[in-house]
Nanobody, 122 residues
Framework: QDQLAESGGGLVQAGGSLRLSCEAS????????MDWYRQASGKQRELVAT???????NYADSVKGRFTISRDNADNTVYLHMNSLKPEDTAVYFCHATVPPAIVEGSVMEYWGSGTLVTVSS
């Protein structure tokens, strides 16, 4: 099934930590670039972190040094380890996958999870 499933959201005090998980199908995960996005209430969805199939990572400036994205290839799971959480990190966090085409003429396919809510209290 070509579906992403996030988990791990919840309520945490400022300065605390959470780990989000995103499970993907083997077909999607094995070749895909995996991302975490977030969308706060009333704001646009923004890219938080990305990790390629070979482990290259990038982060939004707002989370650098605090968040770590990783992937477990055996379990087809990508994680977002969030430390030193701030109230402004409160948002629905979405897992996203970008899968390159199998042929040169093909199109990139994208998949989204349904989101998991992270609430950081002050």
């Amino acid at each position: 099934q070509d579906q992403l499933a996030e988990s791990g959201g919840g309520l945490v005090q400022a300065g605390g930590s959470l780990r989000l998980s995103c499970e993907a199908s083997r077909r999607v995960f094995s070749r895909g670039t995996m991302d975490w996005y977030r969308q706060a209430s009333g704001k646009q969805r923004e890219l938080v972190a990305t990790i390629t199939s070979n482990g290259r990572r990038n982060y939004a400036d707002s989370v650098k040094g605090r968040f770590t994205i990783s992937r477990d290839n055996a379990d087809n799971t990508v994680y977002l380890h969030m430390n030193s959480l701030k109230p402004e990190d409160t948002a629905v966090y979405f897992c996203h996958a970008t899968v390159p085409p199998a042929i040169v003429e093909g199109s990139v396919m994208e998949y989204w999870g349904s989101g998991t809510l992270v609430t950081v209290s002050s």
